[in-house]
């Protein structure tokens, strides 16, 4: 990575982390009174994902394979759930401090238990695009913040393609930018 100074940005974004196919956070649950209303094709892929998973397995068996298209389907409702409700809802929002090298992620200590130097995948949901920033990161460290409750995740990204580096810089800028013109703009009024 080259010497320059990285551009730093704090946001609440959702954020998704894999270790593998397995998401890892939010926590594949669905709450008990949740209203779920997948499109039928979301469903559909689920299905079809966890039977590709299965096959690649060797002697899948009936259990094994209702796991499977369980935690497919739980996925694809918390996916869907989340995309439709109220963002304050979302479990996949978090506090976020964004560069072009990294990401702080804070979340909740009993939501994530991965160990330090794992490499992961993560889905940054960004407000510029409808498609999520999909990069490969290496856990740094986690620190406890806010007494017992929160962590504080620090991800370096790795072998990040230019073009996500180049729409994450934007991303950032833009962000600064908002910033500044909101902060100016209440100094203005002040005045």
Known sequence: MDKRKHFRVSDFIAV???????????????????????????????????????????????????????????????????????DRDDPRRCHVSLSEGGVRIDVSKSEYTQPVNSKLTLKLYLADNDKPLQVQARLRGDEEIDGESMMMLRFEFTGLPEFSRQRLFRYILKQQARKVRTASAGNCKQS
Request: hydrophobic share 40%.
């Open 16 to 86: 998704e982390i894999y270790d593998g196919e397995k998401r890892v956070f939010p926590a594949a649950t669905i709450s008990p009174n949740a209203v779920v209303q997948a499109l039928h094709g979301d469903l559909l892929n689920a299905v079809i994902r966890g039977l590709k998973r299965a096959r690649t397995t060797e002697k899948v068996g009936t259990a094994q394979l209702i796991a499977i298209l369980s935690d497919e389907l739980t996925n694809s409702y918390i996916k869907t759930e989340c995309v439709r409700s109220d």
